[in-house]
């Protein structure tokens, strides 16, 4: 088995990194770092859209040290010595390495000894070094040589005590299993140690997020201007992800037309356009990976008393749940809040007509820990990001939602893109 021996970590760049550490201003998450950021660009004369993404700067390479130190830290808190993660979007958030998945197991040892050390199939080293940072250690293992082999030596080698060894939240089963053979003990779940510190954004994450979910509230704006009688939903959806693509991201937004908005991720039956239908869209983009998610629901034509009373309800929904985000407040106390508004309002009970959780953790990846769910006690924390998206549902009918993504600040919530629902004539309000 090869390897490529580099000095051991120095500790100085951890000291000043606190897990938990950061403050989030209760306004103002359009940061003056990316207005900084942004150059007067020009508008398209035809659609009225410009490109918002250029002059943004992407992450440094203090940036992924800094989570890298977070994710230490974040260890050590959940008594892990070691951690391994494989290729996905954590691979991505902390060294900036893309690598797709197969059957050889390929992937950094997160550990509190020194600077990670990857693994990777000897045939890959060269193409690995173009990604791994500079100053990691790589051990190489042959075809026909145990990967699993190689972790355990490795742990040996740094005078890990194995039963503090884990893997991350999104390792498959038999390299798991595998290493659990060579290294002759079970290993304890990682996923608290690398979900905590994802959930926490930092400055720069939430003002890519929320740069991403104005773009995408943009696009909705453009795409419901050209709604017309008898369009399909892709013609909706093809407008909205040229719209995405005027502003310099790629989105899209997949919309439901009458009774099909009444299926909470769609569903087969076609259904064009009609004067009285509701129309419900839901989809993002993403600015440096950070995503956004939003849904808006109006009425094409005139709104009936029955679309107006739902929505209405929705809307309190989503406003009453904004209002009690703040820190120390439990995940599942705020899914409680909205769906208290609903079932008051005779759609209930339960998950009768509010059929899914109140919202969803937001990041890199659309859906992310945590969850904003019944019975969830995790507290809420300054940073994190989550989905605020009440609905209801009545099948053969219509349904409804609204949709939008928020930061928890230091004593409530922002929410990412401004544009804000104020009616049902009124899906988008005034801009941040």
Known sequence: MGTQKIPEMKNTRREFIKIGGLSVAATGLVSPFLKSCMDENEQDIDTGLKNMIVGVKPLEEDDYMHRLDRLIESMVVNDIEALFMEGSTNLRYFFNVSWWLSERTFGPI??????????????????????????????????????????????????????????????????????????????????????????????????FMDLANMITKKAYKYGFSKLEEGMTREELGNNIRFAHSQMGASGSGGPYFGFTSAYPHG???????????????????????????????????????????????????????????????????????????????????????????????????????????????????????????????IYGEFGVRIEDCFAVTGDGAKMLGGMLTEDIEHPFGEEA
């Open 110 to 207: 997160i550990n509190v000894k020194k600077e990670p050390v990857w693994v990777c199939p000897e045939f890959e080293l060269e193409r690995a070094k173009e990604q791994i940072p500079e100053g990691h250690e790589i051990r190489t293992w042959k075809e026909h040589e145990s990967p699993f082999d190689l972790v355990a030596a490795i742990v040996r080698d740094m005078g890990i005590d194995k039963r503090k060894v884990s893997v991350g939240p999104s390792v498959r089963s038999f390299i798991s299993e595998g290493f659990q053979r060579s290294l002759g003990t079970d290993l304890p779940d990682g996923s608290m140690a690398v979900n905590m510190v994802r959930a926490v954004k930092t400055e720069k994450e939430l003002a």
């Open 267 to 393: 569903t087969r039956q076609e259904r064009r356009l009609h004067d009285g239908d509701i129309v419900l869209v839901d989809g993002g983009c993403s600015v440096e990976g950070f995503r956004s998610d939003v849904t808006r629901t109006i009425v094409f034509g005139n709104a009936s008393d029955r679309q107006r009373e739902v929505f209405d309800v929705v809307l309190k929904a989503q406003q009453e749940a904004h209002k009690a985000i703040k820190p120390g407040i439990s995940c599942g106390a705020i899914d409680l809040v909205a769906r208290k508004v609903i079932e008051d309002a005779g759609f209930g009970p339960g998950y009768k007509y509010f059929a899914h959780r109140l919202g969803h953790g937001i990041g890199m990846d659309g859906h992310e820990y945590p969850y904003l769910v019944k019975d969830n006690p995790l507290l809420l924390q300054p940073g994190m990001t989550f989905s605020n998206e009440p609905g209801i549902y």
